[in-house]
C-alpha cells in the first residue's frame, strides 16, 4: 500500500517551455503532497506544501509564478514549471501524507521527475 | 530551514559487515525519519521514530534516537550488497514538513 507514483519519470524541454509534473497517490487520499527538488549529490529541499482545494504554501526563495502547484483532488497534485530554464534542470520528487491514526506521519514518496531544460 | 548533518558523508564496507550512520540535528522533533534512495530513483521509507522513543528495530534496521544530544543512528546488520544506497534522516517537526540531512552513500562491496 501507499503507492505514489509521478509523470513522466523524465522530460527534455528546450528553455522557455513550460513543463507539467503529475503526483499521484494510489491507494489513499492525500491530504497533503509536497514537492522537492535535488541537485546531483545533494540532499531533498523542500519547495512547497500542497493542501487538497487550498494554495500551495511555498519555502523561501521558492517563486510561486515559476513553479505553479495545484492539488485538484486528494489524489492528485501537479507542478508545472513554467518558462523553464537551464538551471532548472534537476530532480523533482513528490510525496504524499494520508492519515494515520488522525495524524499525518511518513510521507510517501514518488520515483521522481528528471527534468532536463536545454 | 537548516539541514541535519550526516556523517559520514560516504561509507564504504564488506558485505556481512555492520553500517552504522549518524544524523544530528537543530530544532526540536516530533519524529526522525529514515529514508533510501537508489541512484536517480525515489526514496523509500525505513523507519519513523517519535520523540519519546530511544530506541526501534525493524528487520536488519536498528535505529536510536537521542533528543538531548539532537542525534540519530542508523545501523544496518549484516549488509548486502542490495543495500548500497544513500541513506538520508529526516525530521518533522509538528508541521509536517521534513528536513532532510546531507545523506550518507553506503557502499556495500561484495
Known amino acids: 500500500g501507499a503507492v505514489v507514483s509521478q509523470h513522466p519519470s523524465w522530460v527534455i524541454c528546450k528553455s522557455g517551455t513550460s513543463v507539467k509534473i503529475e503526483c499521484r497517490s494510489l491507494?489513499?487520499?492525500?491530504?497533503?503532497m509536497f514537492w522537492y527538488r535535488q541537485f546531483p549529490k545533494q540532499s531533498l529541499m523542500l519547495m512547497a506544501t500542497s493542501n487538497e482545494g487550498s494554495k500551495a504554501t511555498y519555502e523561501q526563495g521558492v517563486e510561486k509564478d515559476k513553479f505553479l502547484i495545484n492539488h485538484a483532488s486528494l489524489t492528485l497534485s501537479t507542478l508545472t514549471v513554467t518558462s523553464a530554464h537551464p538551471e532548472d534542470s534537476s530532480f523533482y520528487i513528490c510525496?504524499?501524507?494520508?492519515?494515520?491514526?488522525?495524524?499525518?506521519?511518513?510521507?510517501?514518496f514518488g520515483p521522481g521527475t528528471r527534468l532536463t531544460v536545454l | 530551514s537548516q539541514q541535519g548533518e550526516e556523517d559520514p558523508q560516504a561509507l564504504s564496507i564488506q558485505e556481512g559487515e555492520n553500517a552504522t550512520m549518524n544524523c544530528s540535528y537543530k530544532?526540536?522533533?516530533?519524529?526522525l525519519q529514515w529514508y533510501r534512495q537508489n541512484s536517480g530513483r525515489g526514496l523509500v521509507h525505513l523507519i519513523l521514530?517519535?520523540?519519546?522513543?530511544r530506541e526501534k528495530h525493524s528487520g536488519r534496521l536498528r535505529v536510536t534516537l537521542d533528543t538531548s544530544k539532537k542525534s540519530s543512528s542508523l545501523l544496518i546488520t549484516a549488509s548486502r550488497a542490495a543495500d548500497t544506497a544513500s541513506y538520508f534522516c529526516a525530521t518533522e517537526g509538528g508541521n509536517e514538513k521534513l528536513t532532510f540531512g546531507t545523506g550518507t552513500r553506503l557502499t556495500i562491496i561484495p
Open positions: 491507494d489513499f487520499q492525500a491530504t497533503t
Open positions: 521514530i517519535r520523540s519519546n522513543e
Open positions: 510525496s504524499a501524507a494520508g492519515l494515520a491514526g488522525g495524524r499525518p506521519e511518513a510521507q510517501y
Open positions: 530544532t526540536s522533533i516530533n519524529n
